[in-house]
């Protein structure tokens, strides 16, 4: 069930950064967790980041804090911002959200549990 609009992905050298935003959809239940998530070329569907409705949130341990995950309530946006990108950092990045539950760690790898999804947007970054 595709709800969200991801933008903001496009192609830039290693070091550059990139900032994704995500719109359309807003969770109507006051708890809720909203993700980004990448498919890299060849590889499965991976989380990336989570924030939930009072802003804790988690990443994946690989990205060295380089990436920060925010959320404009009154505009209805995340926002995934990407510095120090890496050839590694190639995928295509999809927004997320579940309803009626707060985040934790393990649901970047629960994708299941994520009921609303955007259609993606593409990242290349070359070396």
């Known amino acids: 069930q595709t709800r969200f609009e991801e933008s903001g992905g496009g192609s830039v050298q290693a070091g550059g950064s990139l900032r994704l935003s995500c719109t359309g959809f807003?969770?109507?239940?006051?708890?809720?967790?909203l993700g980004w998530f990448r498919r890299s070329p060849g590889q499965e569907l991976k989380g990336v980041a989570l924030?939930?409705?009072?802003?804790?949130?988690y990443y994946d341990y690989d990205l060295d804090g380089r990436f920060t995950i925010s959320q404009d309530v009154a505009k209805r946006t995340i926002y995934l911002q990407m510095n120090n990108l890496k050839p590694d950092d190639t995928a295509k990045y999809y927004c997320?959200?579940?309803?009626?539950?707060?985040?934790?760690?393990?649901?970047?790898?629960?994708?299941?549990?994520?009921?609303?999804w955007g259609q993606g947007t593409q990242v290349t970054v070359s070396s």
């Open positions: 997320a959200a579940e309803e009626g539950s707060w985040c934790y760690r393990r649901k970047l790898e629960e994708l299941d549990a994520f009921g609303f």
């Open positions: 807003w969770p109507a239940q006051t708890d809720y967790c």
């Open positions: 924030i939930e409705q009072d802003d804790d949130f």
